[in-house]
């Protein structure tokens, strides 16, 4: 069985290197608009062979998406028009409502299946793959129903054989709740990494004082720009409700702080707190 | 030699617990507001007294000043009134600004050291405190020339002995350098943890669809508020500047993903891309 990685990153790469283990003889060609991803790829041992898309999809079994989401859009058409009979496309998008719009218009689109993995790091490039990424992680199915009994079968055994736990929703849903747990979150580390470096002039300063807090808060401004333009673009909507509903929250922050009324910040704070009962069980699982 | 720990949280109690490593035969006699505090500290090996503040100040060649912020400014100066003569008072207090201009009017102040670690964890109380909290991490010390060279020679010899690496500079300078690096991260975390919790109502959802890239980012909302609304506070000044231009970057944050302006999107995220190298260089270290 061939599988086809188009897009040899992180989570390509991930993917690649979980399945490998699981079935080893399962042979995997990389696709990548970079030439060095491909080498890289090849010698990271996450693909045997690097060709160009068409030839790729044509001897696949499975085709993996796994480029930015904007790239998804483009080449998604042209995957389905070239995905043999019987063969399964499969997209790892940070977004899906566009994603599944286009999917819809496609005559092939019970060969699709849409499909996002609760997972990543602020790092990316096939160097920055590893096997232990997406194992004991949550992966999103949208749409199920409008993908075929096998096809789906193909994707969700592949995912629960890697470890992975399944779930289900609608791309809409999967869109809304994405702005506020990911999408939101790696604005609020792009800003923060923006604000101390530009009005924070001295930077030998944060890197004397700076502790592990702040490592922790501003982590995510690490992450690849290319990635998470077309993701912001692409779910704008629910993102700048996300981020409007933020900026509110700052500014009462900020009124509550001028006025030095200790009362109403203790009380911020402590509805904030809660959020150790989401994350301890995170940590836990 | 006793030493008074004032606090017996996450950071007296840590510096206690690295301290007794260094020097077994250390006495310690901890202070706390709270009777439970103080018996969770014995209990755990903090300290092996508790005493009312006068007694143990009375029988101390060291008190250590690890209470929230608020807190200090009304216990330096009957610290200072206490203190033995040739005896040192230590605070590892998070602002500096309004501690040392207190302590400045005290006629005791040459005794007085004004320190800072950075270091911390989002939990808080005796339990949180563990001893290879401090080892390895930086510390500040503002005012350095106010204080006694044999004071200085004690409180500097006990941070070097554990493991950390100092540094000098003003209160002021701490202060404003604090905002950016660590006081404005915390509240990025609050407001984004109160953001999701108050908006995205599904809790569940949270839960599910939440990956290790939000927990890193909000893992600070889960701070303590009655050590944080003091610090705002105390520090309001540069914290509300701080506060302002972050605000400021995430409206044009917000303004580039409506007017769908990918060039501008991803010269923002590159440039806040540049964090990596300050941040590899902590991790390093």
Redesign the interface.
Known sequence: MTVSIIGVGLLGGSFALALREKYPKMRFVGVDASVVNGQLALAKGIVDEVLPLTEAVAQSTLVVLATPVNVILQQLPTVLDLLQPGATALDLGSTKEQICVLADQHPKRAQFVAAHP?????NSGPGAAFRELLPG??L?ICDREKSDAECLKLAESLFRDIGMKL?FMTPQ?HDL??A???H?????????????????K??Q???????????????????S??M???I??QN?AN?????????E???Q??QV??D?D?TT??D?????????R??D???KR
Chains 1, 2 share one sequence.
């Open positions: 609760m997972a990543g790091t602020e992680k949550n999103i779930f849903e709740h994405l506020y747990v990911s939101l979150s790696h604005i609020s580390a792009f800003a923060l990494g923006l604000t101390v470096l530009e009005k924070e001295d930077e300063a944060i890197f004397d004082m700076a502790s592990t807090g702040f490592s922790s808060t501003v982590r995510l401004a690490k992450s720009p290319q998470w333009a077309p912001f673009d704008r993102v700048s409700d996300a981020l409007a509903a933020y900026i929250f700052l500014q922050f900020k702080i001028d030095q200790i910040s203790l911020f704070m402590q509805r904030a707190n809660v959020i150790r989401v994350l069980g995170i940590e």
